[in-house]
């Protein structure tokens, strides 16, 4: 098992990849440093540094393709989207208000909820908080709110089992890796562990990680967020601290990769989220979406459009960017609204509004909710207008 955790490590985010990029290459527009905490070596993005202008990302330099899937119409398929978690065959939704899990296929084709709310076996008792499809198995974990249990079903829906962990987990997040699940969590100041790991299969624990004090929390105010966008990488930001961080497994040790700082006495809120093994994306609440470059060490405002369909505005907040995927689930009336409206704006080229009518002639009202998909690209570059 080791030698496989070891093959992971070297795709692991920016540790060793691009700090050396970083550290060789230092040119750049001056938004971006690097700092040593801890030995470890972290970006540190200025919005102070950052120019004003915004640069136009076309969608299709982000994601390799993107499609738009019908799901299937019917009384039990409908739901209330969250998160939604694409795989090469599954499309899950995570729901709101505390709705069971729903699994569609890749085409559209409803398969069934997953679990449901109750205090029996299979059932939560609130909230899911993270998910992950293993398809290769065949295989959901699903991840409550608050529990001392992560529960396992297949993708039939069948409860399986569940992996018990030694404490309530907080607003956990999950992760999978070589038959390891990692979970980490919001701890309290009574908690003993921040991420304990579990082997799959046993349920064992094998590795436990004490909650460094800047992560206790005292209410359930924070979040954690989380991408896995980057295979091989458990990335993620809690909001008690202002830095993204990664977990390393085979270390059991929590990294710091990465940063915003500011000249300001109002400290603004942001999320920061990984795109790829190169870009991090910073949402600044009231500013704007910032991508840093951390191959050019150059960070810029940007707008994503999706000039697959018609160069509408393509949503990119964290709900939209996970797993290798940008995905926007949407009902179709806000759509035709969006694209109605859309459609009035005089700067349109002819095939724009082509691509968007045609876009618009095949939706139907009172139907399921539609689901773009696009897998991310391994290279990105930022281009401007």
Known sequence: MKNVFMKSIVKILFIAFVFSLCCCSPKGDGSVS?????????????????????????????????????????????????????TDKYIGIRQQ???PYMLFSRSGKFIGSVGSLGQGPGEYSFSLYDDIIDEENELIYLAPFTSDKILVYNTSGRFLKNIVAPQRLNKPKIFLSDNVLTVIHMPFSNDKVMAIQFDVNTGNILKEFAPPEHFIVSNYDGEIFNTRNVQGAFDFTHTRSDTLYQFNVEENAIIPLFTMTFNSSEKPYKQYYVLN???VLTNVLGKGLVATDLKNM???????????????PAPTYIVQLRNGYW??????????DDIESYLSNSRLTEKDKQSLNNTLSSLKENTNNVVFVGKLRKEIKMKRD
């Open 97 to 99: 208000e505390g709705r």
């Open 277 to 279: 093994d190169h870009v």
């Open 298 to 312: 150059t960070s810029s405002y940007i707008n994503v459009v999706n000039d697959y369909y018609g160069n509408m």
């Open 34 to 86: 690097i700092e040593e905490v801890n030995g470890n070596k972290m970006a540190v993005f200025s919005l102070n540094n950052l120019k004003s202008d915004i640069t136009t990302v076309l969608l299709s330099s982000l994601v390799e393709d993107c499609s738009m899937v019908q799901l299937e119409t019917n009384d039990d398929a409908f739901f209330i989207p969250w998160f939604t978690t694409v």
């Open 327 to 336: 995905v926007h689930n949407i009902q179709p009336e806000q759509l035709m």
